[in-house]
């Protein structure tokens, strides 16, 4: 299985290594890819748009080619897992912020995101999260400057939910979280994501 993370900006090292153990936690032979031009990702598996700053890697996307390339493969069925700014880039629409700033989303997901919805005063923070698609037991959630659902419509999933924000959601192959899974031992997520990337 081959699964690559957009390699731009923000917190990739990290994702790489998390879906390696991910892949020796299920017995999955593979391996993970540093991404960064728009033929990188011809033959993935599955690709994550890693946390960072959405206006920064939306803007680098553009100009690698990844854009265009992701949308199509991603409308073609590709799995692919957004954390943190990688969940705004995947929402089809933002807030005050995105307009403002005029920041490309990629617009895959029916969805609509607030940019550092927890305020500045909480810039981060950890949480234990029951997302029950990942078993019962909760899931620590690191969140950094991070982003929230605010409203979703169409087919998009509501997967778990923390104050009045949505905090991870499923739309067919596509999954987003606002927390930053790669950042804690529990490998639960990147496995989720691997299996769909297997199916
Ligand atoms: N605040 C960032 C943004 O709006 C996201 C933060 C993160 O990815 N940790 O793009």
Known sequence: MKIGVIGLQGAISEHILAVERAMEALGVEGEAFWIRKGEDINDLDGLIIPGGESTTIGKLMVESG??????????????????????????????????????????????????????????????????????????????????????????????????????????????????????TPDTRAHEYFLKMCRE
């Not at 990629?106 to 607030?114: N, P, Y």
Request: glycine share 8%; charged share 25%; net charge negative.
């Open 66 to 183: 990844l854009f265009q390339k992701v949308q199509d493969r991603a409308d073609s069925g590709m799995p692919v897992l957004g954390t943190c700014a990688g969940l705004i880039l995947l929402a089809k629409e933002g807030d005050e912020q995105v307009r403002r700033t005029g920041q490309p989303l990629l617009g895959l997901m029916d969805m609509q995101v607030i940019r550092n919805a927890f305020g500045r005063q909480r810039e981060s923070f950890e949480v234990d999260l029951k997302i029950p698609v990942f078993g019962e037991n909760a899931f620590r959630a690191v969140f950094i400057r991070a982003p929230a659902v605010k409203r979703v419509w169409g087919d998009v999933e509501i997967l778990a939910e923390y104050q009045d924000g949505i905090v991870a959601t499923r739309q067919e192959n596509l999954v987003a979280m606002a927390f930053h899974p790669e950042l």
